[in-house]
């Protein structure tokens, strides 16, 4: 699968260490927006890996008779999954979670 999510955070340490540099306010926070961008696709890359782990690889084609007409998981297979958690957890990245300290 494209996309690793140790290099979306490194991704996001570089934004935010752009943030700190630059004059402007907007363009800091432009470059913390950048982070935070960063930082959710990095999760939603976690969560997709973990969901190919526990459904296998995605297959396209006919359904056989088993599957009910059904392509995919069944609906209550989302339930308590990670992408469920993630959509309803996430607000915002702080800076001390990178490791920038606390922002004031």
């Given amino acids: 699968m494209p996309g690793e999510p140790k ?3 490194a991704h ?3 934004c935010l260490r752009l943030a700190s540099a630059m004059p402007s306010r907007l363009s800091k926070e432009r470059f913390e927006e950048l982070a ?3 930082l959710r696709l990095a999760v939603s ?3 997709t890996k973990e969901l190919l782990n526990q459904w296998g690889e995605p297959h396209l084609g006919d359904p056989t008779p088993k ?21 309803g957890g ?3 990245i702080s800076r001390s979670a990178l ?4 922002v004031v």
């Fill in 36 to 38: 935070q961008i960063w």
């Fill in 12 to 14: 996001a340490v570089e």
């Fill in 90 to 92: 996430f607000t915002s």
């Fill in 7 to 9: 290099e979306c955070r």
């Fill in 67 to 87: 599957d009910e007409g059904r392509i995919g998981p069944p609906a209550s297979a989302y339930l308590g999954s990670p992408v469920g958690e993630f959509a």
């Fill in 99 to 102: 490791g920038f300290g606390t």
């Fill in 45 to 47: 890359l976690e969560n």
